[in-house]
């Protein structure tokens, strides 16, 4: 489940690239479709949740946080860290 050490590329980080195949594939499911608060049909749907701390929180599973995905298994560490960087990076629309 976890990449080999060394094997997660976190430069130059796209939200395109990076941080959209996760959402789709991790997020969408419920995030799309009215069953949550917050949806992520569009940029700036995960663009604010990214600015509020909301997203970061969720994925790492912060004390208090909703553990997301939920009834799911936590995202792989490579992946959290591709949105993390991306979030410090701004959340560019890249």
């Known amino acids: 489940m976890y990449p080999p050490a060394g094997a997660c590329n976190i430069s130059d980080i796209s939200y395109f690239n990076d941080v959209v195949p996760v959402i789709q594939s991790k997020c969408l499911d419920c995030?799309?479709?009215?069953?949550?608060?917050?949806?992520?049909?569009?940029?700036?749907d995960v663009r604010a949740a990214a600015n509020s701390g909301r997203l970061v929180a969720a994925i790492t599973?912060?004390?208090?946080?909703?553990?997301?995905p939920k009834d799911g298994p936590k995202l792989d560490s490579c992946s959290i860290a591709k949105i993390k960087s991306w979030v410090d990076a701004?959340?560019?629309?890249?």
């Not at 599973?61 to 997301?68: L, Q, R």
């Not at 701004?90 to 890249?94: I, M």
Request: no cysteine; glycine share 12%; charged share 10%.
């Open 90 to 94: 701004g959340a560019p629309d890249n």
């Open 31 to 44: 995030h799309s479709r009215g069953l949550t608060r917050y949806t992520f049909a569009t940029y700036a």
């Open 61 to 68: 599973h912060a004390p208090g946080a909703p553990v997301m």
